[in-house]
């Protein structure tokens, strides 16, 4: 047997069974000791085991989500968790609430779970997995082509869907707010477009977005500062941005 293959029924074995002993796996493959020694501290080296006390287990996976956005996060995750609290404190109970994709709006998923009942709606796989066990909360989710750099639905379909529905208010967290009377902008014409649809389908539109994407060059426009009722930034805003913030038509939060 190969190394490659033995490397697969060792991680195949460790599947059924979670945790073996090394004699177990030596019996299991046919290998000698020192052979599966090796494989284990190559499966090791890999990230896909844990060593033991005489044995082995397989690692947990971190969901899609986790490895997709952790790093992300990881940048300003601070300002951001503090926005997103922030954020889900509006919300009260028996409403229905839109959350963007994204890594803030990620985070306020995880900050509604308190509140219930609750109804919902996005296109964010980061939302679905946040609240989609949660008791009390209803979770509505529009579905199109899934981009799973991102891991959200885009398309057609999904900014249709939006337009068919109400929220009683909208998270969003985009690329940039540019100022002054510009608006919230996106990276890409198929995001600007989903964020749109959420914008216009809302009686209060709340941007989620911590102060470095501030006054930065946005590409694609997705809610124009007139559409905007609060923006939800933190405290290390400079005071050259809040001056503009102040400058604008809509409120501003600072966490």
Known sequence: MSSELRQEKLIALLEVSRELD??????ELGASEATVRRD????????????????????DKQSLV?????ERVQRHRREKESIASKAAGLVKPGMVVAVDSGTTGWLVASFLKATRPLTVITSALGVIEELGAID????????G???KENLDFIGENVT???GSVHVDMAFLGGDSLMLPGKG???NDYLTSLVSRAIGSCCDRCVVVMDHSKLNVQGTFLAIPCRDIHLVIT???????ARRLLRGEPFDVMFA
Do not use: H, N, W
């Open 145 to 147: 082509q899934f981009r």
């Open 22 to 27: 090394i004699p177990t796996l030596t019996r």
């Open 40 to 59: 284990l501290s190559l499966l090791e080296g890999r990230g896909i085991i844990i060593r033991t006390i005489g044995g082995a287990r397989l690692k």
């Open 136 to 143: 009390g909360i209803d979770l509505v989710c529009l579905g």
């Open 184 to 186: 919230m902008y996106a």
């Open 160 to 162: 249709r869907q939006f």
């Open 234 to 240: 933190d405290s290390g805003t400079g005071e050259d």
């Open 66 to 70: 986790v490895r997709t956005f952790d």
